[in-house]
Nanobody, 116 residues
Framework: QVQLVESGGGLVQPGGSLRLSCLASGLTFRQYRMSWYRQGPGKERELVAT????????NYGDSVNGRFTISRDNAKNTVWLQMNSLKPEDTAVYYC?????????WGQGTQVTVSK
């Protein structure tokens, strides 16, 4: 079955950095547009970043543009989210999403907490 497994979350101080990873299995990775979403406490899930199938195009939410970078390696079935200059408002559960021609899949999420 399809699995998306996120890792790399944790506790970081404001201004710090984290790198999230999402390892996919059970699907043909290059057929899927990959995205990171997040859901903060009491908030709706929001799109953080998207990368097209072969990495040619990326798109970011306004609140993270210029601070976060999404990348992928189709040979490793992995997508990353490099997060720099983290702010307390970036605190959320971060989810990996694979969106294909017929199906969409979600990971279980990884917690990111930005606090002193």
């Amino acid at each position: 079955q399809v699995q998306l497994v996120e890792s790399g979350g944790g506790l970081v101080q404001p201004g710090g950095s984290l790198r999230l990873s999402c390892l996919a299995s059970g699907l043909t990775f290059r057929q899927y547009r990959m995205s990171w979403y997040r859901q903060g406490p009491g908030k709706e899930r929001e799109l953080v970043a998207t990368i097209t199938n072969f990495g040619g195009l990326t798109n970011y939410g306004d609140s993270v543009n210029g601070r976060f970078t999404i990348s992928r390696d189709n040979a490793k079935n992995t997508v990353w989210l490099q997060m720099n200059s983290l702010k307390p408002e970036d605190t959320a559960v971060y989810y990996c999403n694979a969106n294909g021609p017929l199906n969409s899949y979600w990971g279980q999420g990884t917690q990111v907490t930005v606090s002193k």
